[in-house]
RNA sequence: GCUCUUGUAGCUCAGGGGUAGAGCACUUCCUUGGUAAGGAAGAGGUCACGGGUUCAAAUCCCGUCAAGAGCUCCA
């Protein structure tokens, strides 16, 4: 598991050439880091810089000070920075020995506004990362100056819009056993109204983030009393997920699969036999142990320590909370003899695995410590392998596309070839990983390949979205499995009689239900279609003389198997659709005596207004014409 | 797990060493109104939890728990 750090640097390190080819904006953002730390450097002048480069919607510097910056600062960094904005100085470029610049670093002349009494201790530090041969740079705008490749804009007078946006830790050079520095994170954009614009978008962007949603349209729960990142569906969010899970169902029969059902524990030792136990003890809950077991330990004065060894060497028995769904259902296949005539086989489960996630990690409903894979298992020969993928694969894409959504990256997860963390033999990984790169090619969409993304059994293809604040996650996936069915000795008769080991295949469309219904929320704004909104249809009577049509409205819609609910109270129509606007109700029936004589409905939808009126069965047979196509 | 910030009514938040405030939601009453807020009254909180300082703590200090941002991690 451990990183190679020179690989990590390799990869983290741009070549000269690299940077030459920065974008207007990242030398725009790049230099406005810098006009940030020369007023960092005024206020604080024994701040040791560390980075400080463009990222994707702004920048940040890394910042070694005494003092702990809080968003109180940044008014002053801000003031500070705009007077360096109005002196217009120029961005200087400086072409240096390594002595000379060492020199300076020692003098802590670098990142500074003048020599100081410490060196600049990490930038002496970055010079030594600067591969031989390679030019050695100074930036200085005034009477700053910085160990900087550039490039640059031409002034400081360019930095006209800017931000700073927040502050935050980081491990220097993001490793763990390096100290934390502060992260000042900000924002630059070309002029004043793109930087508006992008803040702007920011603030939508707040206005959907699930977590938000979650509470105001009563969807999901967190409870400290049951435990961080532990999902309580309340009623609305459980309608989603139940729609969600029968419209999979749908596609599930059609494609041949078996619903199962499986405990969510087991015993260590189908864990142990399965690699998942001891070797990913951190990232699962400790182990349940039996009420004997433990008496006999705490008899013996048994200590923590040399419980865990006993744990691991299996002399101690004891239950897991399923983190995967693979060993349960491996074992119900394993439970008869199986002909390559039944093959395929293909077990579905909407399976609950709880991993233990470090607490910072944790956030709303993408990453949670107890989830609901749509997950399923197929056991199938070899010459079946790529047709399954593309079964599984095709499955993908027809959640996505109902859904609406185009906006994802397809990844092939390979393994890291310098890590140890993978099961199995070389030759099956490459089999596994020319059968996903195939299927990955008939798909027709475009993907990345990137090492060290696989499964500790098998390489994957992953559906990756972003989230509102622009996250990744990886939400579908399917992985290709030569070792599980290795370590349990799985078997099937083939037609020379001869038993033969099958292929698996783990596939789950949504991912979790909890981190795709977040997504989801995100993707529509809390706007659901009409077949996933929690309520469908809200009849609003204009006054409660029309309460006996209304609910005769409410009561034919129902029957239809439309989710429908009544405003009763004593509200004027505006408020009661303004309620129902907020509720984010996709059709509210405008009832009074009008509709009465006609026997008619007056629509508004929930983004297009007013629609007329329509008969009521005429009205119903739309709404569930739309339910049914599961029309966006 | 680490660093910083935060925790006051169901929700959004104000306040702040002398034992609690607003708006929305809720309950009741008046109003019976045609496409995003009619009016009135009422009820609702050990100010996350546990310690400490103080005559006095929701307020200051320490710890715990939880949330947010980022880093590290992510079968």
Same mark, same amino acid.
């Given at each position: 598991m451990a990183e190679d750090a020179s690989n990590h640097d390799a990869k983290q390190r741009k070549t000269l050439d690299e940077r030459a080819r920065m974008s207007e904006l990242e030398k725009l953002r790049h230099s406005t880091a810098h006009v940030m730390a020369t007023a960092i450097a005024k206020l604080w002048p024994d701040a040791q810089f560390a980075a400080g480069p463009p990222v994707e919607n702004g920048f940040y510097y890394d910042v070694d000070l005494e003092h702990r910056i809080t968003p109180d600062d940044f008014e002053a960094i801000e003031a500070e920075m705009t007077r360096v904005v109005k002196e217009n100085q120029v961005f200087e470029r400086a072409v240096v020995s390594r002595d000379e610049a060492l020199a300076l670093a020692q003098s802590g002349r @670098? /990142? /500074? +506004?003048g020599e100081r009494a410490a060196p600049s201790r990490f930038k002496v530090d970055l010079l030594g990362d600067i591969p031989v041969g390679e030019e050695i740079s100074l930036y200085k705008n005034g009477d700053f100056w910085d160990l900087c490749a550039g490039p640059h804009?031409?002034? =400081? &007078?360019?930095?006209k819009a800017f931000k700073i946006m927040n502050v935050a830790s980081a491990f220097y050079k993001g490793d763990a056993g390096n100290p934390q520095l502060q992260r000042v994170y900000g924002t630059a954009f070309k002029n004043k109204t793109e930087l508006a614009e992008h803040l702007e978008r920011l603030e939508e962007a707040k206005k959907r983030d699930h977590r938000k949603l979650g509470k105001e349209l009563d969807l999901f729960h967190i409870d400290e009393a049951v435990g961080q990142g532990l999902i309580l569906w309340k009623p609305n969010g459980a309608t989603i997920r139940q729609e969600l899970q029968t419209f999979i169902g749908e596609h599930l029969e059609r494609q041949g699969y078996s619903q199962v059902f499986t405990p969510h524990i087991g015993k260590l030792d189908l864990y142990r036999t399965s690699g998942h136990f001891p070797y990913y003890a951190d990232s699962q809950f400790p182990p349940v142990l039996e009420r004997e077991q433990l008496k006999k330990l705490s008899d013996e004065g048994c200590s923590c320590g040399e419980l865990s060894n006993r744990l691991k060497e299996g002399s101690v028995e004891g239950f897991l @909370? *399923?983190? !995967?769904n693979c060993p349960h259902h491996i074992k119900i296949f394993q439970s008869g003899h199986h002909s390559y005539? $039944? +093959?395929p086989i293909r077990l579905a489960e909407f399976g609950t695995v709880y991993r233990w996630e470090? %607490? &910072?990690? @944790? &956030?709303? !409903?993408?990453?949670?410590?107890g989830f609901t894979q749509d997950d399923a298992h197929l056991f199938c020969t070899e010459d079946q392998v790529a047709g399954e993928v593309m079964g599984c694969l095709e499955l993908v894409k027809i959640v996505l596309g109902t859904l609406g959504m185009s906006e994802y990256r397809v990844r092939i997860g390979l393994r890291d070839? $310098? %890590? =140890?963390k993978y099961v199995g033999d070389p030759a099956n990984w490459d089999r596994a990983e020319a059968a996903l790169r195939g299927a990955a090619r008939s798909l027709g969409t475009e993907f990345t390949e990137e090492a060290g993304e696989a499964a500790f059994y098998g390489p994957k293809i992953d559906f990756v979205v972003r989230d509102v604040i622009g996250r990744e996650w990886q939400l579908g996936t399917v992985q290709v499995d030569y070792n599980l069915p290795e370590r349990f000795g799985l078997s099937y008769i083939g037609s020379d009689n001869q038993p033969h080991r099958p292929v698996m295949i783990h596939r789950a469309p949504f991912g979790s239900m909890e981190r795709f219904v977040g997504v989801l929320i995100e993707h529509f704004a809390g706007k659901f279609p009409v077949w996933l909104a929690p309520e469908q249809v809200r009849v609003l009577p204009i %006054?409660? *003389?029309f309460a006996e049509f209304a609910d005769s409205i409410a009561g034919a819609l129902r029957e239809a198997r439309v989710r429908v609910t009544m405003d /009763?109270?004593? $509200?004027k129509i505006g408020a009661k659709i303004r309620l129902a606007q907020i509720d984010k109700v996709p059709y509210m029936l405008v009832i009074g005596n009008r509709e009465q004589e006609t026997q008619e409905v007056s629509i508004r939808h929930r983004d297009r207004g007013d629609e007329g009126s329509l008969g009521v069965m005429a009205f119903r047979d739309r709404v569930v014409g739309e339910i049914r196509s599961r029309s966006l």
């Open positions: @670098l /990142a /500074a +506004l804009v031409p002034r =400081t &007078g360019n930095c @909370l *399923k983190p !995967m005539r $039944d +093959l470090q %607490s &910072g990690e @944790l &956030g709303g !409903m993408t990453r949670v410590r070839p $310098d %890590s =140890t %006054s409660e *003389k /009763a109270s004593g $509200d």
